[in-house]
């Protein structure tokens, strides 16, 4: 490693000039004692530190930064109680590959640490739900720390990383910073054999299916898919963070035609995320699966694929649609698959229509999103916290743009949605944002609505309110007949919560309240929460296997 620039300084300085060095120029927090030396040296460098009410928000807000803006998300986390508060949130970006740097502050671990307030050693507690996990030594240790983290995070397979950070570690010292090429964070190149495998298995293919994940968008690769997907005429479905690498108005995405389209296959390429209980664990009927994943430890090693490349996914993509392009095979068995495909979409959206501008009530979750999609903008980034009334906007929010839909991923956490605001506004600043919270999520991160009224946060909140959690309650009900330990107070008002807090809040109980109440929410700057008292009744229709 070449080295680089000269920095003298207490060792938060050299960790400030580390993360500058990487691009990182927001730290979301929460203040303790143990960080207030890398406080100062994020204010010598000019990097912006943002508080919160909850660590977890600040370990959320760093993710959200990350999953919005494609590059590595920074969370600085005091010790002991504040560490641990984080580790959901570390889990939650370990399972969804985010590029996540948490920096831990620390006891001092020499003759004074014993004893010491809220001494813990970390380490053990975050190294499973992390790629790497350190305890930083001062001076070129510290630098090392920290770079070494970064560069873990971002490369492939991504994920979080933690660096502990003792106070007797902040010691003054002068060492070269190394410089950062994001390009030294790529994945390797696949191999050309298997290339040319996977471009005939789809050439040869009559009913091709492709289903995109998050690492897709991660590796930067919308243009390289995009240029496969026109070349092989086949159709495409997205997953998570998947979502908008192919804009959905593209004439090969789909969402609706998914069961139809996974039931028909010959051939399923499933790119960039898991063989997991959202994809049937890899099992396609008598379909052949391949399995395009960052790296060849992603490969689902309890499927058994026809082909499968573990690999720079954007030079995969890129490789593959020249070697179909050099297929010169006509597609017009896959045009008719996606003109079935098409028919079947149209077919599914038409008969939602009922149900988007259903006028019932209590009021139907999915009248919400009926009024919701005539108000986002194109590129509008909109965060799922909750079970059920957050599953419907998985179905019924269309995502035109890569890195505009955060939900809580595989790993299902909730208390996502207000840091993910936060971390949002910060990456993508003036974007609309739309945060869609179930009344049982809230009480995950309520506090942190503080939060977003202090930052001055432009998020619409939108609370399905059906005082339950229907997740649990509609399938006890089913399984057992009865429940336990499924309601909540009906009719809370979140909205006068706002209001306490300096926000913007409204109630609505009837259908027709919906459109006015959400376009003043809009119009409001700051923080505005909506209200919307849903019915119980209604249950998301469900049938993956969780497990």
Excluded at 104 to 131: C, F, M, N, Y
Excluded at 220 to 246: D, K, Q, S
Aim: overall charge negative.
């Amino acid at each position: 490693m070449t080295s680089g620039r000269r920095v003298e300084g207490h060792g938060g300085r050299l960790a400030a000039e580390v993360l500058r060095e990487h691009g990182v120029d927001v730290v979301f927090t929460l203040s303790g004692g143990h960080l207030f030396v890398l406080y100062d040296g994020c204010v010598q460098v000019g990097i912006d530190l943002v508080d919160t009410r909850h660590e977890q928000t600040a370990a959320f807000a760093a993710e959200g930064f990350a999953k919005v803006t494609g590059r590595p998300g920074c969370a600085a986390l005091t010790a002991g109680p504040g560490v641990t508060n984080g580790v959901s949130a570390i889990a939650s970006a370990r399972l969804a590959g985010s590029p996540l740097v948490v920096l831990g502050g620390r006891a001092p671990q020499g003759r004074w640490g014993r004893g010491s307030l809220q001494e813990l050693d970390h380490v053990p507690i975050v190294a499973s739900v992390t790629k790497s996990a350190v305890t930083a030594t001062p001076g070129a240790g510290i630098v090392a720390a920290v770079d070494g983290a970064l560069r873990a995070a971002r490369t492939p397979h991504r994920g979080p990383t933690f660096v502990d950070m003792p106070l007797d570690a902040f010691g003054p010292a002068a060492v070269d910073v190394p410089p950062f090429d994001a390009a030294s964070a790529r994945g390797a190149d696949p191999e050309p054999d298997a290339i040319a495998r996977v471009a005939a298995m789809v050439a040869a293919a009559k009913r091709p299916v492709l289903v995109v994940g998050g690492d897709v968008y991660w590796a930067g690769a919308g243009e390289e898919l995009r240029a496969f997907v026109e070349r092989a005429e086949v159709p495409v479905f997205a997953n998570g963070l998947g979502r908008g690498v192919l804009a959905a108005d593209h004439r090969l995405a789909f969402s609706r035609a998914r069961g139809v389209a996974l039931k028909g296959a010959d051939l399923v390429v499933v790119a960039g995320t898991p063989l997991d209980f959202r994809l049937a664990f890899g099992s396609f009927g008598d379909a052949r699966v391949v399995h395009l994943a960052d790296t060849a430890t992603e490969i689902g090693a309890h499927a058994e694929p026809a082909e499968a490349i573990g690999a720079d996914l954007r030079v995969t993509f890129a490789a593959l649609a020249d070697a179909v392009a050099a297929t010169n095979g006509e597609r017009k068995e896959h045009e008719r698959a996606v003109e079935t495909l098409r028919a079947e979409e149209q077919r599914v959206r038409e008969g939602e229509r009922a149900r988007l501008e259903s006028g019932a009530t209590p009021i139907v979750p999915s009248r919400v999103y009926g009024e919701l999609r005539a108000l986002l903008d194109r590129d509008a980034i909109v965060i799922g916290d909750g079970g059920d009334f957050v599953s419907y906007a998985g179905k019924y929010v269309d995502t035109y743009v890569a890195g505009s839909f955060l939900d809580p991923g595989p790993y299902g956490c909730l208390g996502t949605g207000p840091g993910y605001a936060l971390g949002a506004a910060r990456g993508r600043p003036g974007r609309q944002i739309v945060l869609m919270l179930g009344d049982g999520a809230a009480g995950f991160a309520l506090g942190d609505f503080d939060t977003l009224v202090r930052h001055q946060v432009d998020v619409t909140i939108v609370v399905g309110n059906n005082g339950i959690w229907g997740l649990e309650k509609h399938p006890m009900q089913a399984l057992f007949g009865y429940d336990v330990v499924a309601d909540l107070r009906p009719e809370t008002r979140y909205d006068r919560v706002m209001e306490s807090l300096g926000g913007h809040g409204e109630l609505v109980r009837e259908p027709n309240e919906l459109r006015p109440a959400l376009t003043r929410a809009f119009a409001t700057p700051g923080p505005s929460l909506v209200n919307v008292l849903t019915d119980p009744a209604d249950a998301y229709p469900r049938s993956s296997n969780l497990a």
